[in-house]
């Protein structure tokens, strides 16, 4: 059961703005990857009950507050991780590197943003919580001026077989344009064409997929060419990739209205948007 009406008048989306809230996020992921979805921490996680990596120093990281919660260590209730191409830069690499030939996207010349680390607590799984979500990352985009946004997403489990419809249904339907797709590296890519397009049932197979999967294709998202497993979060990843010039002419007008600007770049044709939306109806 999601959370009240009223409580959700409590909730706001903003950027973490201390290291208690960054940590405050960190143990927020630890609590929803490795208590609730079984992946495996390194001691050092297990020790902190935080999950992190050297990319949270160099990120941004968008939170979910709960402003009913005045304990500061509990009220964050949802994260997104926003990784600019400058830091990531001053790193040497995204974390989508380390599973993806990213320099498809690197070389369009558009600036480049990557999304991760996305969760949300279950009770807080609710359809206005998450549009505050979304419309947190919109306002993020559009001050940094992001031409392209990108980033793993995962279904959960490893086994190729089991999820070959899903897999199959992303490479046939939803396959990055050539100049912009990532491939899987060499000794990780998963070929994801295990059925043929004809035996696919586009409306099961979507429904198969991860809601936040659903919610990239919504928006008008594409997929790399391969999937990766990882092992530590029991997971099979694929990557994300969404020219802000591809947001569909819906969702387009539903997120500029919402924060009342004006998202740029070419509208997509509404055929488009309605093809998206017949195999795809509203759901958290």
């Not at 996020?25 to 009950?49: C, D, N, S």
């Not at 999950?51 to 500061?72: G, K, M, N, S, T």
């Not at 830069?89 to 996305?118: C, K, Q």
Request: charged content about 20%; glycine content about 8%.
């Amino acid at each position: 059961m999601g959370i009240s009406q009223q409580h959700v008048d409590n909730v706001v989306v903003r950027l973490a703005c201390s290291r208690q809230e960054i940590e405050a996020a960190q143990h927020l992921r630890y609590k929803v990857f490795y208590e609730e979805y079984g992946a495996i921490p390194t001691p050092e996680m297990r020790a902190a009950r935080r999950d992190f990596d050297e990319y949270d120093d160099v990120a941004d990281h968008l939170i979910v507050v709960d402003q009913a919660i005045h304990d500061p260590g509990q009220r964050i209730v949802g994260t997104y991780r926003m990784l600019q191409q400058g830091a990531a830069n001053r790193l040497g690499h995204f974390y989508t590197s380390s599973e993806y030939d990213i320099s498809p996207l690197v070389r369009s010349g558009a600036s480049l943003l990557e999304l991760g680390r996305s969760c949300v607590l279950a009770e807080y799984r609710t359809r206005p919580v998450l549009q505050l979500l979304w419309q947190g990352i919109t306002n993020y985009m559009l001050d940094h001026n992001t031409g392209l946004m990108f980033g793993c997403a995962s279904l959960h489990g490893t086994d190729i077989a089991a999820m070959a419809m899903p897999l199959s249904y992303l490479y046939h339907y939803h396959l990055a344009p050539a100049g912009i797709c990532p491939r899987a590296l060499g000794p990780r890519y998963i070929d994801m064409n295990v059925v043929p397009k004809d035996q696919i049932d586009v409306k099961t197979a979507f429904a198969a997929l991860p809601p936040l999967i659903k919610g990239y294709l919504r928006l008008g998202a594409s997929i790399g060419d391969g999937a990766v497993i990882d092992e530590q979060f029991n997971t099979t990843d694929v990557c994300i990739v969404l020219p802000i010039s591809q947001v569909t002419a819906r969702y387009r007008k539903h997120y500029s209205r919402k924060v009342n600007r004006d998202i740029p770049g070419a509208i997509a044709e509404a055929a488009a948007d309605d093809g998206i939306a017949l195999a795809a109806q509203p759901a958290v």
